[in-house]
């Protein structure tokens, strides 16, 4: 273990950023990186701040946190929200391995001494290990999520990648699907290249998520203006730029999109961020499933190890993935209702898990909350 690691809170968010690049040889999660940080803070949430561990002046480990609240509870946790997935804290890599169960907690200490008002420490959907270094910070108290994420290995070339659910079932239909794009008026595949074109296909998926979240009763994560400004400021400085950092691609039939997804290279791995596709006359030709065929097989030519779904457990995704990946949440209560809060989060995963786990349970729970939403709407 390092000896002498002391906490500290940085309240400037923009002068804690410039800290990132200055730490030689680091790793950290996609959404503790300068882009997502920044964008998080200037569009969505301005209360952020980073809490940090130094060894003497020299910082080993920062944590990105913005203060949001929940009913009456007030929560720091990762910038980003629910969209902050697989998480990993800027982490010196002299210091795997070296930040100990106390230094953790001492730093939880530290946030509360200085943000008196946060009544907890939630942080979510954690890896356990990033580029081969162990994550510290799952010394807090912590729970397995009810989701993980799959990916799919795709050294093996696209052929062997088909292989692993049907191969020929899935060329028949990606080619029948392609006849019916032609016959209502041809199709096309592209890649957002400008800020202008990333804001359409952002504002059009944004439409679909909307329709999709009423239809099936779910809350839209991503209606808030602060949420939709993040995104489009995200992917609209990264499009066009290489290497490739945050890219959207979208399925246009007869001029319309009528599926998009927005992926991240990270470590030299794919993520599928977000999707969505056009309920409409075309939805029986399986817009979404056509994308991400086409996708795959470009990744596979473009060299890419790993082409991760992101969080979640869907029978689409099981069709090409190989890999399952378990992800975490940590957790500190610093006030009696926070402590209530934690506990009755970790009893929420726990039931969360045991229903996603009994495949009749979870099938009637997606129906029950489709037809709640029905009634909502009416």
Same mark, same amino acid.
């Given at each position: 273990?390092?000896?002498?690691?002391?906490? #500290?809170?940085?309240?400037?968010?923009?002068?804690?950023?410039?800290?990132?690049?200055?730490?030689?040889?680091?790793?950290?999660?996609?959404?503790?990186?300068?882009?997502?940080?920044?964008?998080?803070?200037?569009?969505?949430?301005?209360? !952020?701040?980073?809490?940090?561990?130094?060894?003497?002046?020299?910082?080993?480990?920062?944590?990105?946190?913005?203060?949001?609240?929940? *009913?009456?509870?007030?929560?720091?946790?990762?910038?980003?929200?629910?969209?902050?997935? !697989?998480?990993?804290?800027?982490?010196?890599?002299?210091?795997?391995?070296?930040?100990?169960?106390?230094?953790?907690?001492?730093?939880?200490?530290?946030?509360?001494?200085?943000?008196?008002?946060?009544?907890?420490?939630?942080? @979510?959907?954690?890896?356990?290990?990033?580029?081969?270094?162990?994550? @510290?910070?799952?010394?807090?108290?912590?729970?397995?999520? @009810?989701?993980?994420?799959?990916?799919?290995?795709?050294? !093996?070339?696209?052929?062997?990648?088909?292989?692993?659910?049907?191969?020929?079932?899935? #060329?028949?239909?990606? #080619?029948?699907?392609?006849?019916?794009?032609?016959?209502?008026?041809?199709?096309?595949?592209?890649?957002?290249?400008?800020?202008?074109?990333?804001?359409?296909?952002?504002?059009?998926?944004?439409?679909?998520?909307?329709?999709?979240?009423?239809?099936?009763?779910?809350?839209?994560?991503?209606?808030?203006?602060?949420?939709?400004?993040?995104?489009?400021?995200?992917?609209?400085?990264?499009?066009?730029?290489?290497?490739?950092?945050?890219?959207?691609?979208?399925?246009?039939?007869?001029?319309?999109?009528?599926?998009?997804?927005?992926?991240?290279?990270?470590?030299?791995?794919?993520?599928?961020?977000?999707?969505?596709?056009?309920?409409?006359?075309?939805?029986?030709?399986?817009?979404?499933?056509?994308?991400?065929?086409?996708?795959?097989?470009?990744?596979?030519?473009? *060299?890419?190890?790993?082409?991760?779904?992101?969080?979640?457990?869907? @029978?689409?995704?099981?069709?090409?993935?190989?890999?399952?990946?378990?992800?975490?949440?940590?957790?500190?209560?610093?006030?009696?209702?926070?402590?209530?809060?934690?506990?009755?989060?970790?009893?929420?995963?726990?039931?969360?898990? %045991?229903?996603?786990?009994? %495949?009749?349970?979870?099938?009637? %729970?997606?129906?029950?909350?489709?037809?709640?939403?029905?009634?909502?709407?009416?």
């Amino acid at each position: 273990m390092i000896e002498s690691l002391s906490p #500290r809170i940085l309240g400037d968010t923009s002068a804690a950023l410039s800290l990132w690049d200055e730490m030689p040889d680091h790793v950290s999660g996609l959404p503790q990186s300068v882009a997502w940080v920044r964008n998080w803070h200037e569009h969505a949430n301005a209360d !952020c701040f980073t809490a940090a561990l130094y060894e003497a002046e020299t910082p080993v480990l920062f944590l990105p946190l913005e203060v949001v609240k929940s *009913g009456a509870i007030r929560l720091a946790r990762f910038p980003g929200g629910t969209h902050a997935n !697989c998480n990993f804290p800027v982490l010196a890599r002299r210091a795997a391995g070296g930040i100990g169960p106390s230094a953790v907690r001492a730093l939880a200490r530290a946030i509360h001494a200085a943000r008196p008002d946060i009544d907890a420490l939630l942080l @979510p959907r954690q890896v356990g290990r990033l580029d081969g270094i162990t994550n @510290p910070l799952l010394h807090l108290d912590k729970t397995l999520n @009810p989701n993980p994420v799959l990916s799919a290995s795709l050294s !093996c070339g696209f052929d062997a990648v088909l292989e692993r659910s049907n191969a020929k079932r899935k #060329r028949k239909k990606h #080619r029948q699907h392609a006849r019916r794009y032609e016959e209502a008026g041809g199709y096309r595949i592209l890649t957002a290249s400008s800020a202008d074109e990333a804001t359409q296909m952002l504002d059009r998926f944004f439409a679909m998520k909307a329709e999709r979240f009423a239809r099936t009763g779910i809350a839209d994560v991503f209606a808030d203006a602060g949420v939709r400004a993040f995104f489009r400021s995200l992917f609209g400085e990264a499009a066009g730029k290489k290497p490739a950092s945050f890219e959207l691609k979208a399925l246009e039939v007869a001029g319309i999109l009528r599926a998009v997804i927005g992926k991240s290279y990270w470590l030299g791995d794919l993520t599928v961020e977000f999707g969505g596709i056009a309920e409409d006359d075309l939805v029986s030709a399986s817009p979404g499933e056509f994308l991400f065929f086409e996708d795959i097989m470009q990744a596979c030519r473009n *060299g890419i190890a790993i082409y991760s779904f992101g969080i979640g457990d869907e @029978p689409y995704k099981r069709d090409w993935c190989d890999l399952v990946e378990p992800l975490y949440d940590s957790m500190a209560g610093f006030t009696l209702k926070g402590r209530a809060h934690v506990a009755a989060y970790r009893a929420r995963n726990a039931t969360a898990a %045991a229903i996603k786990n009994n %495949a009749q349970l979870w099938t009637a %729970a997606k129906k029950l909350r489709g037809l709640l939403g029905g009634r909502h709407r009416s």
